[in-house]
């Protein structure tokens, strides 16, 4: 026993950081278990708080697996989230009357994303704040949902971590082999949210605000042209089928306006925007547009007025902005309100102190009714980006060029609450800036504050392992219905609430 306690003393001398990203894996592993454990929808592939794309993903994922060439179908989703979730079925097997092989295999990757971005958020949060930061992101009931179910924000969040991880070392240059690295991970990235791809001039502003400057700037342009043309070269593949893709589709219509054949990731760009920027819109996810212009309410490339939209969203969005000032302002701001209800989930199984009574936005993650734990959060966010530009905290100013990218996309389109959700690995060490700031005035608490925060966390993973040995807990829904068949609509408005 003396021995094996020595070696135990000597592997934790000898390797702490490793001890603590293992450690750090699988206490976040255990929590996202626990969680599903005591979860009503645990072997459903589809959560009660989080539906989503779901139904697509699962049937791309079938046809992925028994290799069943589909119909030429419009680009709509980015594809390789659905085709990780086909490799995860050929793995495992199909589907077979039980999600919970998959969502805990997507638990696993995001426990491993938790795990990664407290390894490198050390550079500049310090071991003390990126054990809190990993809690929170552990802990985070947003994240608990998001990392259960069948959500492409799993795999997002892990590029958008490694993404960070390589642009903040690339200030005292970026190797070549950094360079393809950074390509790769940003076609992928792409590939799984197409927004992704945006990413990149916010990057180059970082590194050209933020660059050190004995580090010379034309040898680190030729490979940050690399890293692009690598990224081009992860996307071409995919862009090829599109090109096939529309061409049929093109074919079939030849008296219509062709669609462009040119599309790296996805179309719907143009129609998105209009659907967000209308007399209709909410500033979430609405299809009303689409569905006064066809007679099933699906998108159809033969439909003439679909596919105007198709081709000229952006005009047509626009357009109505120009000639609706006055409701195109209060639109953006539901648009940010929408976005921020990401920022007013809790902590733990039980969502504190937020609690689990909500609503189910369409394509959206679960949004509670007490709303108000947002506004301070915000600040701290506001003061976090505002602490970033100045000399000794620059290098969190990544963070805030990856958030402002983030909210002009929000902006442009649909307010969801997912969307921040999905920028974690970023948001987490702006909103922690602000007391690792005011902590380092006192020397007593600047490394005992994280320490105990992080402490105190522990007590959510005693409540999930409480609420894991009893029966479920049951939920109540209510909202719109199909007419035939009584069942709710999944991608409409669902209130939700604890029944008693």
């Not at 001890?19 to 929808?41: E, H, I, K, S």
């Not at 704040?129 to 179910?149: D, K, M, Q, R, Y």
């Not at 921020?340 to 969502?351: K, N, P, Q, R, V």
Request: proline share 7%.
């Amino acid at each position: 026993m003396r021995r094996l306690l020595l070696s135990a003393r000597q592997l934790c001398t000898r390797h702490p950081v490793a001890l603590g990203v293992f450690g750090t894996f699988l206490l976040c592993l255990l929590l996202r278990l626990l969680y599903l454990l005591g979860a009503p929808d645990r072997d459903w592939p589809f959560s009660i708080f989080f539906y989503g794309d779901t139904r697509f993903f699962h049937g791309y994922a079938l046809d992925w697996v028994r290799d069943r060439p589909a119909q030429a179908s419009l680009p709509y989703h980015p594809p390789l989230f659905p085709a990780f979730l086909g490799l995860l079925y050929q793995l495992l097997g199909e589907p077979r009357g039980s999600a919970f092989p998959y969502k805990l295999s997507l638990a696993v990757l995001n426990s491993a994303t938790v795990a990664f971005s407290f390894w490198w958020w050390r550079r500049v949060l310090g071991t003390g704040w990126s054990l809190l930061a990993a809690g929170l992101f552990s802990a985070s009931f947003g994240w608990l949902l998001l990392s259960t179910t069948y959500s492409n924000e799993v795999l997002y969040a892990l590029f958008l971590s490694a993404t960070c991880w390589l642009v903040l070392q690339s200030t005292r240059g970026l190797t070549w082999g950094a360079a393809v690295l950074l390509g790769a991970i940003m076609g992928l990235g792409s590939l799984t949210r197409a927004e992704h791809l945006y990413l990149w001039p916010f990057l180059l502003a970082y590194v050209a605000f933020d660059r050190e400057r004995q580090v010379p700037w034309k040898p680190q342009l030729v490979r940050w042209a690399v890293a692009g043309a690598v990224c081009l070269a992860v996307l071409a593949p995919w862009s090829v089928r599109n090109a096939r893709v529309l061409q049929e589709l093109n074919a079939r219509n030849p008296d219509l306006e062709p669609l462009p054949e040119l599309t790296l990731v996805t179309v719907y760009g143009p129609i998105n925007f209009a659907m967000a920027n209308n007399a209709q819109a909410t500033g979430g996810f609405t299809p009303d547009v689409i569905n006064q212009l066809g007679v099933s309410g699906n998108l159809d490339v033969a439909n003439p007025a679909q596919r105007r939209l198709l081709l000229h969203g952006y005009a047509e969005g626009l357009r109505w902005m120009a000639e609706h000032p006055g409701d195109a302002a209060p639109l953006l701001l539901r648009k940010l309100d929408r976005w921020l209800d990401g920022l007013s989930l809790g902590l733990g199984a039980s969502d504190f102190p937020s609690g689990l009574r909500g609503a189910r936005p369409p394509v959206d993650v679960f949004v509670p009714e007490s709303t108000w734990l947002k506004w301070p959060l915000t600040l701290l966010l506001l003061l976090g980006a505002a602490l970033s530009l100045r000399a000794p905290h620059r290098a969190f100013s990544l963070f805030t060029l990856v958030v402002l990218h983030r909210l002009l996309i929000t902006l442009a389109f649909f307010g969801y609450a997912r969307g921040l959700l999905a920028i974690f690995p970023a948001l987490l060490p702006l909103l922690l800036l602000p007391a690792k700031v005011l902590a380092s005035r006192r020397p007593g608490l600047a490394g005992k504050l994280p320490a105990l925060a992080a402490a105190a966390l522990l007590l959510l993973w005693l409540e999930a392992g409480v609420l894991a040995l009893r029966e479920p807990r049951s939920f109540s829904a209510s909202g719109t219905t199909e007419r035939t068949g009584g069942k709710l609509i999944q991608d409409d408005w669902v209130q939700i609430w604890p029944k008693t």
